[in-house]
């Protein structure tokens, strides 16, 4: 039998060039299978109308504090806060106005000891 010789060719890459020839992500074959379990949008606020009551107000999470703080990072709630902060400020003076108020009409209708 004669002997064939066969020549074999090998390239090498460093890393920086190895990264930049092959793609390292991860690929599927195959589609991934939706989790039919998942709500539709629709199906959540429907269940959210129906646990309303039932979902503490205060917590870490599951609770209505927890909804707020997580939505609050999609909207932006600052600019709400700016304009009620001057309504609140009013409402204080307007409070510390009546109690004066109180305290002098409390003073007045004291029999007054001469």
Do not use: C, W
């Not at 599927?28 to 949008?41: H, K």
């Not at 269940?47 to 917590?59: D, M, R």
């Amino acid at each position: 039998m004669a002997k064939r010789e066969i020549r074999l060719q090998k390239t090498v890459f460093n890393k920086e060039q190895f990264d930049k020839v092959i793609d390292r992500s991860f690929n599927t074959f195959a589609q991934p299978i939706l989790d039919d379990d998942t709500p539709s949008v629709e199906e959540f606020f429907n269940l959210y109308e129906e646990l309303f009551y039932e979902i503490p107000i205060q917590g870490q999470d599951l609770s209505h504090e927890y909804l707020v703080k997580k939505s609050s990072e999609l909207v932006s709630f600052e600019k709400d806060t700016e304009d009620i902060q001057p309504l609140l400020d009013e409402i204080a003076q307007l409070r510390e106005t009546i109690l004066a108020q109180q305290e002098e009409i409390i003073q007045l209708s004291l029999p007054q000891i001469s």
